[in-house]
């Protein structure tokens, strides 16, 4: 399979623990995106990169919230101090350099409590 | 900002019982709008983009039509194995953020 693949899928965690959460894109894409998503909405954006630049960060993306793709393969996202309110599925999607097609992977199920 | 609405919100169909959704957005210049199926606790799926007003594209069951304001998701002779949330999204002005309606949730009956 050479999809998005996102590890792990699940994650129970207790409220003020650190949680990390890998994502690996399609090989060729250059761009990498982060939503979040919970239940009965849409996925919101978080942020983005190209290649292993972190072009745009989202308002939703507290200072609690990190996220680094070195050497432009693989992308973390690291919540420190985790709140209830993280609890959400959070989503890694990625592109082609000039394609708007965002592919995503199965998501990672976070739950804080 | 860009604003993307899905109605309705749920519908629940008779296999066979053709139907359609709703996506109405309001963004500064479309760039393109996607659909995107999704199941329960996974990732959405990728299923169409459209890019000028008057354009369709079909896939299996699915056909997919936009005008200046709104597209439709058209699902013909639908079977349970069409059950899932359909999204429409539209893309920033940065061509990279998506932009998510809440979606549309059917619901096929045999």
């Known amino acids: 399979d050479t999809g998005v693949s996102q590890d792990p899928r699940h994650k129970i965690t207790k409220r003020g623990q650190n949680v990390t959460f890998r994502c690996d894109p399609i090989?060729?894409?250059?761009?990498l995106y982060w939503y979040r998503q919970t239940l009965g909405q849409g996925p919101e954006f978080l942020t983005y990169?190209?290649?292993?630049?972190?072009?745009?960060k989202s308002r939703l993306l507290s200072d609690r919230f990190s996220a680094e793709r070195p050497k432009g393969s693989f992308s973390t996202l690291e919540i420190q101090r985790t709140e209830q309110g993280d609890s959400a599925m959070y989503l890694c999607a990625s592109s082609l350099l000039f394609g708007n097609e965002q592919f995503f992977g199965p998501g990672t199920r976070l739950t804080v409590l | 900002e860009d604003q993307v609405t899905q109605s309705p919100e749920a519908l629940r169909l008779q296999e066979g019982e053709s139907s359609s959704l709703n996506c109405s957005y309001t963004?500064?210049?479309?760039?393109?709008l996607f659909w995107y199926r999704q199941d329960p606790g996974k990732g959405p799926e990728f299923l169409f983009t459209?890019?000028?007003a008057g354009e369709e594209k079909e896939k299996e069951r699915l056909k997919a039509t936009l005008t200046k304001k709104e597209s439709f998701l058209h699902i013909t002779a639908p079977k349970p194995e069409d059950s899932a949330t359909y999204l429409c999204?539209?893309?920033?002005?940065?061509?990279?953020?998506?932009?998510f309606g809440a979606g549309t949730t059917v619901t096929v009956r045999a």
């Open positions: 990169f190209q290649n292993e630049a972190q072009l745009e």
């Open positions: 999204a539209v893309p920033g002005s940065n061509d990279y953020k998506l932009s």
């Open positions: 459209l890019y000028s």
């Open positions: 090989s060729e894409h250059n761009r």
């Open positions: 963004v500064s210049g479309l760039r393109g």
